[in-house]
């Protein structure tokens, strides 16, 4: 595998379950990002790692739980959410997180929630 | 409010003829700017970029102006190629206080053969 990948890449699931999306990169990068696009809307910063911390969480519910256990992976942990949560969910990567260094995004996971 | 916005949603274009998507921030905080693509089905990928000591960028096809006056970026792709054909976001990023970039909603280009 190269670059970044995401796991599943669709997702349908209903308001009460729980369920957790997978982002693995293997570019030897620091940095760790997800994002959130919704239909008609910019891509919208949830969280973002930086050597494994966590720098910036962008007044994300917390019904969205980050978790990154290392450099190379990087867990968003889903619980009780809202159909207005369905979306694109995208995870990237960089060097580290200066701003100018390239971010690098998998897939996407599509999520539906019911 | 969006700090950063396209305005077209879509564009076509011909063949070997000249692409130009257009973008538009608010905020003269901004010193970094960024284009991304986007294929169906994949997640965007890093296009060309353009810092605010500049006003233009050129990477073989592809040419980024910056007018900070305006506050306007513009993307040219010459000659356009069928394959050229995706969505096309620009990106921000604050002078400081973050380092996360403020992303605009797209343009979809269609390059017809």
């Known amino acids: 595998e190269t670059g970044v990948t995401q796991t599943p890449r669709h997702l349908v699931m209903g308001m009460t379950n729980k369920k957790s999306l997978k982002c693995e990169q293997h570019?030897?990068?620091?940095?760790m990002y997800w994002y959130k696009q919704s239909a008609k809307k910019p891509l919208e910063l949830m969280f973002v790692?930086?050597?494994?911390?966590?720098?910036e969480n962008n007044s994300v519910p917390s019904r969205f739980s980050p978790e990154c256990p290392n450099s190379s992976h990087l867990f968003l942990h889903l619980h009780t959410l809202q159909p207005e949560d369905s979306a694109l969910y995208l995870c990237a990567s960089s060097q580290d997180y200066s701003g100018v260094e390239t971010q690098y995004f998998g897939p996407g996971t599509r999520l539906l929630v019911l | 409010d969006q700090q950063v916005k396209q305005n077209s949603p879509s564009l076509s274009v011909q063949e070997g003829r000249i692409s130009i998507l257009n973008c538009d921030y608010t905020n003269s905080m901004f010193d970094y700017f960024l284009w991304y693509k986007k294929y169906p089905a994949e997640g965007p990928t890093f296009l060309i970029s353009i810092s605010s000591i500049k006003d233009k960028n050129e990477d073989g096809r592809f040419t980024v102006f910056l007018n900070k006056s305006a506050k306007h970026l513009s993307l040219h792709i010459v000659p356009s190629q069928p394959g050229d054909s995706a969505v096309y976001f620009c990106?921000?990023?604050?002078?400081?206080?973050?380092?996360?970039?403020?992303f605009g909603t797209g343009t979809r280009l269609k390059v017809l053969a």
């Open positions: 570019l030897g990068h620091n940095a």
């Open positions: 790692y930086n050597f494994k911390e966590q720098t």
């Open positions: 990106a921000a990023r604050p002078t400081s206080g973050t380092y996360k970039y403020i």
